[in-house]
């Protein structure tokens, strides 16, 4: 099964006088379980195409389902549930909530859920804030917080409500080695034990060796997978 199948996805955007084509036809399906890089050069393509599968952009024309569902045709409150249920998304400016908590941040998705109670939704928090190695900042708001640990509570976030797809934009980007690579063994163990898909956008060769699927992208256009 196909968590998302992409079909001649096209993506332009006005940039003054001129149209920036950042998708030109893209195909693309993305099995349930899969652990899959997009690669390429900086503006070809990678971001945008996350972006849309995530529901945060749109496509100029072409079809993006994810879990059957064709997004184009959804209403906003149906975007908001498939955003809030279906899909965990790391981005590379983090989107914390600048006045909330290391710990409040990454409980704020769950409260959004309201599946669990409210010492269930911390106790949860707690363990996948620990899990990205910051059980000891959980009271640290992000101003407070460095990039690589702001990158940490937002993996967390992303983690914490289950999702059966992460996007993920730049994972490592601003972690050190040794800490990226524990978030990615961390994704890694979700992905064989829970069947959770992961796609990532990379440069970052790291990144690359942890993919079972890579696909590379140039000028908006898929050149190898």
Do not use: W
């Amino acid at each position: 099964m196909n968590v998302v199948e992409i079909h001649n996805l096209v993506k332009d955007y006005p940039l003054g006088s001129t149209i920036v084509h950042a998708v030109r036809g893209v195909d693309l399906d993305i099995p349930q379980g899969s652990l899959m890089s997009i690669t390429g050069p900086s503006g070809s393509g990678k971001t945008t195409i996350l972006n849309i599968i995530g529901c945060i952009d749109t496509a100029t024309s072409g079809s993006v389902k994810v879990n059957g569902q064709e997004t184009s045709s959804l209403t906003d409150r149906q975007l908001t549930d498939l955003r809030l249920h279906t899909i965990g998304f790391i981005f590379q400016t983090f989107n914390l909530v600048p006045v909330l908590t290391a710990l409040e941040n990454v409980e704020f998705p769950l409260l959004l859920q309201g599946k669990l109670s409210t010492g269930k939704v911390r106790e949860k928090a707690r363990q996948f804030l620990s899990s990205v190695g910051l059980g000891d900042h959980e009271e640290h708001k992000p101003a407070e917080l460095s990039g690589g640990q702001r990158q940490r509570v937002a993996i967390a976030r992303a983690l914490v409500t289950d999702p059966s797809l992460v996007l993920a934009d730049e994972p490592t980007a601003n972690l050190d080695s040794e800490t990226g690579e524990s978030i990615l063994q961390l994704m890694q163990k979700m992905n064989a034990e829970r069947g959770t898909t992961f796609v990532f956008s990379t440069h970052d060769a790291q990144v690359l060796r942890y993919a079972r699927t890579v696909v590379e992208i140039h000028d908006g256009r898929i050149v190898g997978a």
